[in-house]
């Protein structure tokens, strides 16, 4: 395989896993903490950030090629129930993406077919992913590159298109109140760029972890940052602020606003070229973690459940139907913002850790083998590691409405996390599978 | 059959796993359809080996690399890997420990990891 083929194969994957349909609720829910330009500079900033933590799990990639990077780097740097706490944060993560990708999935269907239920095409979709799954179908690599481009320049292009049509000038008064309020922003805006570190697993030969992936995801991120940037700055230019904060598919007021009635034809075949990647490689993912972990003793011996066609049917099915059944509570409550946000806030704290592992393994494991070492100074690391936190905790704090509902919903999700660490962690403490860890791939000091 | 691990060569490993592997019916439904040479290379050896699968049977386990688009490309110690195709760890958990870097496609890798369960029951 040629390697700028590669390099845009994995530069299409991580810039597709996470440009998914939730991406412009989110361009939306930043819109009720800051507006137009500044919207931007959230973006920006977040994606800036970003490429910094992209080139720590460059690094940790580089020392565990291949690994689902999320439980080794983290049960490798850290004690065990701190990597399944975070493991365990990071699938409630993707259960509630599932949910919410789901949501926009059927209210963008609904702004075409008005008369299809909301919650059936939402668990309609979580099925279709479900079957193709097991089923064992993938997505050829220049599939892929071909619909994440296809996603990309469409958006880039209708984006320009509205920036130019559109007539909205900055207010005299969009000032310092507007940059206050920019931190919370970027904690929201993080979300927009997660995906970025599967790239990891993908890695095609040895030697992908030494150049080619480092330098895939902070372009991934740039691909993401120009796009969503174009996106947010066209929607204020040409959509009343109430409209774009009304709903959570801005996209769809913003097509019709450009195109007329074909507008929300153009949205849901954009929806179908977003959810290509992210569902699917997302359900694919979260599945093989969870035939992972089973493997390991930790979960139970029916989550690593095969078909004959070789797919992880059990982790498939479990993340499905937790899948589903999210989708149900956030299609009856409309909780589609609060999810994302808590999820958000979960994934700050995963690459706060992310980070933390990098610095922590440099002084445990020096001699261990790496071909990629990051080259972000290592207090510009620990001040990420410190702020990615705050940065989430700001933006569940930060949309409208009473601040107690997300923080009680992340609350709920911790304890839930942290009951299944201290259920798991007993097991892998009994388990016949479990084996104490070392790394083989670091040569003898 | 492999009776010490410890004295076995990694080639007698492959080759003991290569019988298992031709003699198991659930095998050749899981491979249906799935030809590949999969690159056995021990990070602290000289030799690595290429196992060749193709028309539901491993055909051969040869020294060399062979690497071309298609291929499995496994990575670890020798003593792991000696571990790996005598049924001692799993490949999902020697994956999940960081002992072993396999460089394929997910489905492939999904695909070593429920072969590695039906031969060894893992």
Same mark, same amino acid.
């Given at each position: 395989m040629k390697r700028w083929f590669e390099l845009l194969f994995y530069v299409t994957f991580g810039a597709g896993m996470a440009f998914g349909m939730s991406s412009f609720t989110m361009l939306s829910g930043l819109n009720e903490i800051v507006t137009g330009p500044w919207v931007v500079v959230a973006i920006v900033l977040a994606g800036l950030l970003c490429a910094a933590i992209s080139s720590s799990v460059a690094e940790l990639a580089s020392m565990y090629p291949s690994a689902p990077g999320v439980r080794t780097y983290l049960k490798a740097a850290f004690d065990n129930r701190v990597s399944l706490l975070l493991v365990y944060l990071y699938l409630i993560f993707m259960i509630l993406v599932a949910a919410v990708e789901a949501f926009m999935f059927a209210l963008v269907l609904g702004s075409v077919f008005p008369g299809v239920p909301l919650l059936l095409a939402a668990l309609g979709i979580i099925g279709f992913t479900v079957v193709v799954n097991l089923y064992g179908l993938e997505l050829p690599k220049t599939m892929q590159i071909v619909t994440t481009l296809l996603l990309i320049v469409l958006i880039t292009v209708l984006a320009v298109v509205g920036i130019t049509r559109g007539t909205q000038v900055p207010g005299a008064h969009d000032g310092w109140e507007q940059a206050a309020k920019v931190p919370a922003a970027i904690g929201m805006a993080v979300y927009l760029f997660i995906g970025f570190e599967w790239i990891t697993m993908l890695g095609m030969r040895p030697d992908s972890y030494k150049r080619t992936i480092p330098l895939s995801m902070p372009l991934a991120i740039a691909t993401n940052v120009v796009a969503y940037?174009?996106?947010?700055?066209?929607?204020?230019?040409?959509? #009343?602020?109430?409209?774009?904060?009304? %709903?959570?598919?801005?996209?769809?007021?913003?097509? @019709?606003?450009?195109? +007329?009635? #074909?507008?929300?034809?153009?949205?849901? %075949?954009?929806?179908?070229?977003?959810?290509?990647? @992210?569902?699917?490689? +997302?359900?694919?993912?979260?599945s093989r973690l969870i035939y992972a972990l089973t493997r390991e003793g930790i979960l139970?011996?029916?989550c690593a459940k095969m078909n004959e066609r070789g797919a992880p049917v059990g982790g498939i099915l479990s993340l499905g139907s937790l899948a589903a059944l999210t989708a149900v509570v956030v299609v009856t409550w409309r909780l589609e913002v609060l999810a994302a946000v808590i999820g958000s806030a979960f994934v700050c704290f995963v690459y706060a850790a992310f980070m933390l592992a990098v610095i922590k393994l440099r002084k445990t494991r020096p001699q261990a083998r790496r071909s990629f070492r990051t080259r972000v100074p290592q207090p510009l690391q620990w001040a990420i590691a410190v702020a990615f936190p705050l940065l989430g905790l700001s933006s569940l704090v930060s949309q409208p409405g009473p601040k107690s509902i997300p923080i009680a919903g992340a609350l709920?999700?911790?304890?839930?996390?942290?009951?299944?660490?201290?259920?798991?962690?007993?097991?892998?403490?009994?388990?016949?599978?479990?084996?104490?860890?070392?790394?083989?791939?670091?040569?003898?000091? | 059959m492999i009776a010490d691990i410890a004295t076995a060569t990694l080639e007698e490993c492959l080759s003991d796993f290569r019988e298992r592997f031709n003699d198991n019916a659930r095998v050749k439904k899981l491979i249906a359809g799935w030809n590949r040479d999969v690159l056995v290379e021990p990070l602290d050896a000289p030799t690595a080996y290429t196992m060749t699968i193709e028309n539901l049977e491993m055909t051969g386990v040869t020294p060399g690399i062979s690497e071309g688009d298609g291929t499995v490309h496994m990575q670890a110690d020798e003593e792991i890997l000696k571990?790996?195709?005598?049924?001692?760890?799993?490949?999902?958990?020697?994956?999940?420990?960081?002992?072993?870097?396999?460089?394929?496609?997910?489905?492939?890798?999904?695909?070593?990891?429920?072969?590695?369960?039906?031969?060894?029951?893992?």
């Open positions: 940037s174009l996106c947010a700055f066209g929607f204020w230019r040409m959509l #009343p602020h109430a409209v774009i904060v009304a %709903g959570t598919t801005p996209q769809v007021p913003y097509f @019709t606003a450009l195109l +007329g009635t #074909p507008g929300p034809y153009l949205a849901l %075949g954009i929806s179908f070229l977003a959810i290509f990647s @992210t569902f699917n490689a +997302g359900v694919m993912g979260g139970p011996g029916w709920v999700f911790v304890a839930t996390a942290a009951l299944l660490t201290r259920w798991s962690h007993a097991r892998t403490e009994t388990s016949k599978r479990a084996t104490p860890y070392r790394t083989a791939l670091e040569p003898e000091a | 571990r790996i195709f005598t049924g001692d760890y799993n490949p999902a958990t020697a994956l999940i420990d960081g002992n072993m870097a396999v460089f394929s496609a997910e489905r492939d890798k999904v695909k070593l990891e429920a072969i590695a369960m039906v031969i060894w029951g893992l």
